[in-house]
C-alpha cells in the first residue's frame, strides 16, 4: 500500500510489529511507513531498528540476541579472519548503537538511516562488507592493491572500476538466472521473492522441508559456479570473480530478489 496508509491497517501493523514494546507510539510508527510500500517494507527490522536507534533497552535486548551472533560470523567470513572479523563487528556495534553524541545529548546511530526496504541482516552485511573493503584501501594505501587482485575491488560509486564491476556482475547473474529450469526458478522466487518458509515451499511441491533446504543450497551453490565462470569468460581473472562476488555488499540474495522482483513485473 502507497501514499495514504489507511488507519486500520497502521494499527493492525502496529500491533503485530511490537512497536509498543520498544516505546514507538502509534502515530510516530504510522509516521514510519507513511508514502511507502508497506507490502515491500520489513515492517518488524524496521520497527527494532528504529527502536534501538531511539534507547530502547527491549529493542536493544532483542537485537543483541537476534543478531549479535550473525554480525560477529559475517564478519569473520568477509574478513576471513575471527580476530579481524570481531573488531570490524565491534566497529559496527559502536556505529549501531551511537558513539558520537549531539549537542543535545542524543546518541546518533546508524540505525536511524536503515529504511525497511530489505532484511535488517542483509543491511547489516552491506555496511561490514564495505567497512572491510575501505580498511583494506587504507591499509594498503602505498600498494597497488588493484593490481594484487587484477581488478578493481567494490568501491565508491563514483569510481569507474567500481561501477563496471557491478555492471558485469548484473549481467552474469542475469544470464546464471535466465538458465535455470522452472522449477529451480520457482524454488528461488518464493523464497527469496515471496519470502516463504522451507516448509511451505516443501508442501507447494510435496517434499519435506529439510529437501527443500538442500535444494536451495544447491541452486545457490551452482548460481555462484556460474556466476563466476560467466564473468571468466568477459576476462575477469577467477580469483577476481571470486572476490566480486563474496564482496559483492548487495548479497547475492538481494541481488536475486531484484533481478525475479523485474522479470515476475516484465
Known amino acids: 500500500m502507497q501514499g495514504i496508509l489507511r488507519r486500520e491497517t497502521a494499527e493492525q501493523l502496529y500491533a503485530e510489529s511490537g512497536a509498543a514494546e ?16 508497506v507490502q515491500s517494507l520489513r515492517v518488524k527490522d524496521l520497527v527494532l531498528a528504529r527502536g534501538c536507534a531511539r534507547g530502547n533497552e527491549k529493542a536493544w535486548e532483542c537485537f543483541m540476541a537476534g543478531y549479535r551472533g550473525k554480525m560477529y560470523r559475517a564478519a569473520a567470513a568477509i574478513a576471513r579472519d575471527e580476530q579481524q572479523g570481531r573488531e570490524l563487528a565491534d566497529w559496527l556495534y559502536g556505529e549501531l548503537y551511537g558513539v558520537r553524541v549531539e549537542a543535545d545529548g542524543r546518541r546518533l546511530s546508524r540505525l536511524e538511516s536503515f529504511g525497511g526496504r530489505g532484511s535488517l541482516e542483509g543491511w547489516l552485511k552491506t555496511i561490514l562488507a564495505q567497512e572491510y573493503v575501505n580498511r583494506l584501501r587504507r591499509q594498503r594505501k602505498f600498494v597497488a592493491f588493484d593490481d594484487e587482485l587484477e581488478t578493481p575491488v567494490q568501491g565508491e560509486a563514483g569510481d569507474p572500476g567500481a561501477a563496471a564491476q557491478r555492471e558485469a556482475l548484473a549481467r552474469a547473474t542475469d544470464a546464471a538466472l535466465a538458465a535455470l529450469g522452472g522449477e529451480d ?22 517434499t519435506h522441508e529439510s529437501t527443500v533446504s538442500r535444494k536451495v543450497d544447491k541452486i545457490t551453490a551452482g548460481l555462484r559456479k556460474q556466476i563466476v565462470a560467466r564473468l571468466c569468460k568477459e576476462g575477469w581473472a577467477k580469483r577476481a570473480a571470486e572476490e566480486m562476488l563474496e564482496l559483492d555488499v548487495r548479497d547475492l540474495g538481494v541481488n536475486m530478489r531484484e533481478k525475479l522482483a523485474q522479470e515476475r513485473g516484465a
Open 22 to 37: 520498544f516505546g514507538l507510539s502509534c502515530g510516530e510508527f504510522a509516521g514510519m511507513l507513511e508514502g511507502q510500500n
Open 185 to 206: 526458478r520457482f524454488v528461488l522466487a518464493a523464497y527469496y521473492l515471496d519470502g516463504r518458509t522451507l516448509a511451505e515451499i516443501g508442501r507447494m511441491l510435496g
